[in-house]
C-alpha cells in the first residue's frame, strides 16, 4: 500500500515521501498516528509545500548538530563504579547513565539516539554513537573507573592475569631394555 508521510521516519522516509508499506502497518500504525495519509492529488499538493520547508528546516537542524557535534566530541564522560578485581563492573553502564551525566552537563538529549555498539561492563575506555541528525552522528568517549581505592585496570593487566602458565607433564617412563609395550589385542580367526 502507497502512504505519503507527514512526518519523518526513521529507515522509511521524510516528509512529503511516497513509500510502499504493507496494508496493516498503514492501517493499524501510521494513518491513526497521523504519521501518513493516503496518496490522493490533494495532499500530494499540501504535502509538497510542507516538504519544501521540511528541508530547510532539516538544513538549519543539521548546521546547528554539527556544532553541537564539536563540543560533545570534546567531552569525555567519566563514571565510577564497583568493580571486581579483574576489572569486571558489578552492574554496567547504560544509555540512562550517559543520558542523566549529559542532563547534568546542561545537554538536552534523548537516550533513544544512543547507541553503544557492546554493553559496558568492565572497566576501560569505550565510544558511544550519538545521532543529532540524519547526516551527524557524534562519538562520545567514556570512561569507566573502579569505585574507591583501587587503581584503573588495563585490559592487558586482566587478560595477562587470567591466563595461568601451563603445568609440565611428567613424561611417560621409558622401557627399560628397548623392548616394545605388550598390547591387549587378540587375533581373529575366521573359522
Known amino acids: 500500500m502507497k502512504v505519503l508521510l507527514t512526518e519523518a521516519i526513521d529507515k522509511l522516509g521524510i516528509v512529503g515521501d511516497v513509500v510502499e508499506v504493507k496494508p496493516g502497518y498503514a492501517r493499524n500504525y501510521l494513518m491513526p498516528r497521523g504519521l501518513a495519509l493516503p496518496v490522493t492529488p490533494h495532499n500530494m499538493s499540501l504535502m509538497e509545500r510542507r516538504k519544501v520547508k521540511y528541508l530547510k528546516e532539516l538544513e538549519t537542524m543539521r548546521e546547528k ?41 546542561g545537554y538536552d538529549v534523548d537516550r533513544k539516539r544512543f547507541h553503544l555498539p557492546e554493553a559496558i561492563k568492565k572497566v576501560g575506555e569505550f565510544t558511544c554513537l550519538f545521532k543529532l541528525h540524519p547526516e551527524v552522528t557524534a562519538e562520545l568517549r567514556v570512561v569507566v573507573n573502579p569505585e574507591g581505592d583501587l587503581e584503573p585496570v588495563a585490559v592487558e593487566e586482566v587478560a595477562a592475569e587470567t591466563v595461568e602458565p601451563e603445568a609440565e607433564t611428567p613424561a611417560p617412563p ?17 573359522e
Open 174 to 190: 621409558a622401557d627399560d631394555a628397548g623392548e616394545e609395550p605388550e598390547t591387549d589385542t587378540e587375533e581373529v580367526t575366521g
Open 65 to 105: 548538530a554539527l556544532g553541537q557535534k564539536e563540543t560533545l566530541e570534546a567531552l569525555e564522560l567519566e563514571f565510577e563504579r564497583k568493580a571486581g578485581e579483574n576489572g569486571v563492573l558489578f552492574g554496567s553502564v547504560t544509555t540512562s547513565d550517559i543520558e542523566a551525566y549529559l542532563l547534568e552537563k
